[in-house]
């Protein structure tokens, strides 16, 4: 799985799961979504978020932020995560099946909705941390 943290103005984009998905239901996460057959992982990120926010970003050229492993019956399961700083296009929910809310959200609002990963405040900090240092370059 690939997933992009969007940043925008010290916010972050978090998508609410639909009460009708099968894992992680009536949650909050990151936007993004499985990795194909033969596709990169990089490469899936840029297909994931036109598919679902109907944005287009740049490739990702360097590593992701991080890699979690959210299934504890299946550890090969890997999230793997990158900051997005930058798009093309504007953020619209085009996958109402499998989000059913895009909320932009600050440190203080993120940090009381109940997250789809127990490590997901680490990382979205991380992740906010990281798109401030890319600012100041």
């Known amino acids: ?8 103005n010290e916010r972050l984009l978090l998508v609410h799961r ?7 239901p009536g949650v909050w996460d990151l936007p993004g979504g499985h990795v194909e057959f033969g596709e990169a992982p990089p490469d899936a990120l840029v297909r994931e978020l036109t598919e679902e926010l109907g944005v287009l970003i740049t490739r990702p050229a ?8 959210p299934l504890a019956h299946d550890p090969s399961f890997e999230l793997v995560i990158w900051v997005v700083t930058a798009w093309e ?7 109402p099946a499998e989000h ?4 932009w959200c600050d440190a203080e609002e993120w940090s009381a909705l109940s997250l789809a990963h127990h490590e997901s405040r680490t990382v979205l900090a991380l992740a906010m941390a990281a ?3 890319a600012s100041r370059a």
């Open 100 to 103: 059913d809310e895009l909320r």
């Open 1 to 8: 799985m690939v997933t992009g943290a969007l940043i925008q």
């Open 18 to 24: 639909s009460a009708a998905r099968a894992s992680f």
């Open 89 to 95: 296009g504007s953020v619209t929910n085009c996958a």
């Open 62 to 69: 360097g590593p992701p932020l991080a890699r979690l492993h």
């Open 131 to 133: 798109a401030r240092e």
